[in-house]
């Protein structure tokens, strides 16, 4: 339909529910009125102004301009006009828009880099986990070269090479675990979207892991013991705590003044791997460890209780140790005061509350709480005393060692 358009015939235009009316103006060429039913507006009608016109050389385009009343009928006849030269000279509004929006899309797919991604899922999910500060650790030093690179170049080959590099050391179970943060990222950035498939389901495993068997004898704990003697604080200290209590290497290196009480380290349940409360009594020798008291909130190893650092201080002590001694891990301790306290009459209750062995599971009720952090203290006084006596008695036999 063709008509010279007005005002009042603009305002009066009306079409069929279920129609559209579609009129072409006679004073500009290319210019539409577009009538249709719509119920929101006050007279039932909507009246949308486009522009169809040929691009020199290029496709016929349909241009929608705005909608009347908003857009007057000089204004809609103006921009028509408008178009209708740019268009003789070749230039495609439609295509310009299209290229400017595929440009931008192309732009912020640039930014969706490995370094963005990993940092929302430091943010989002690691920071929550008791073991994410080694998380975000081990998947800062793997993805470290190619941070500042698109997501989506991220490929199966470069991790595993990651995770086998490290099993060529012969470091089995460490190639193992890293392959397991490597998993939960990729997964993690697979379901939000950031990449189209989980590379990480493809990663092969180091190795199987051997459970270890070396346990420390009574001698061998008691020269290490010794052997903290020629380390630098807070080193000497924080490692002879190890040795005297039996307990993590994470809860005790991140060990505040606040977690001090008179002759026992209580930690909450935010602090331990189980997430449980827990006492471990302080004897004479393990109260020696500590320096002056410092403000609550101050760590007793370290500006920062961060382990940063130990492996450097474990090797030295290593050195002082020399070649001929086995080959051990701080975790050792642990189960050589175990092995010796079943051996010297310790029930196996008393040890595995000691050692504060238990699954995680869900919260306690105030009351269970409470009796799981004091059950069997007195017995666990005990056994700490006469693990202490083992280790650095007269009975304790020291074996020769370096430095």
């Not at 975790?331 to 010297?344: F, K, Q």
């Amino acid at each position: 339909m063709r008509h010279k358009l007005s005002d009042p015939f603009v305002r009066s235009a009306k079409a069929e529910v279920g129609q559209r009316l579609d009129i072409s103006d006679e004073a500009q060429r290319g210019l539409r009125l577009r009538v249709s039913p719509d119920p929101s507006r006050p007279d039932g009608m909507r009246r949308v102004w486009a522009a169809e016109v040929r691009v020199k050389a290029g496709p016929k385009r349909k241009i929608t301009l705005g909608e009347y009343p908003e857009m007057s009928l000089a204004a809609a006849r103006n921009l028509a006009a408008e178009i209708r030269v740019e268009a003789r000279n070749g230039i495609d509004r439609i295509g310009e828009a299209e290229k400017a929006r595929a440009a931008k899309a192309a732009d912020e797919a640039r930014k969706v880099t490995v370094r963005a991604v990993l940092a929302n899922y430091i943010d989002m999910n690691l920071s929550q986990l008791r073991s994410g500060a080694e998380r975000t650790k081990q998947l800062q030093a793997v993805l470290s070269s190619i941070l500042d690179t698109h997501i989506t170049d991220m490929n199966t080959a470069f991790l595993q090479a990651a995770i086998d590099a490290k099993a060529r050391e012969g470091k089995i179970v460490m190639a193992n675990r890293l392959r397991s943060a490597i998993r939960a990222f990729t997964k993690w950035a697979w379901r939000r979207g950031y990449v189209a498939e989980d590379i990480g389901a493809k990663l092969d495993k180091a190795g199987d892991e051997k459970a270890r068997e070396l346990t420390l004898s009574i001698s061998e704990v008691a020269t290490i013991y010794q052997a903290c003697e020629k380390l630098q604080e807070p080193w000497r200290s924080a490692f002879r705590l190890l040795v005297l209590t039996g307990q993590r290497r994470g809860e005790i290196l991140g060990l505040q003044w606040r977690d001090i009480k008179e002759n026992e380290i209580e930690l909450s349940g935010s602090k331990t791997k189980n997430g449980k409360p827990h006492i471990t009594h302080l004897t004479t020798a393990a109260k020696a460890c500590f320096g002056e008291r410092g403000s609550p909130d101050a760590f007793i190893f370290g500006s920062t209780g961060g382990t940063s650092n130990v492996s450097h201080a474990k090797k030295q002590l290593d050195k002082i140790l020399g070649n001929d001694f086995p080959s051990w891990r701080l975790h050792d301790l642990r189960r050589a005061m175990a092995t010796a306290l079943a051996a010297g009459g310790i029930d196996e209750r008393t040890v595995d509350k000691l050692l504060n062995h238990g699954a995680v599971g869900s919260a306690p009720s105030a009351v269970a709480g409470v009796y799981n952090r004091h059950d069997r203290l007195p017995e666990r006084r005990v056994a700490l005393e006469k693990w202490t006596s083992m280790v650095t008695g007269n009975s304790a036999k020291v074996l020769k060692i370096h430095g």
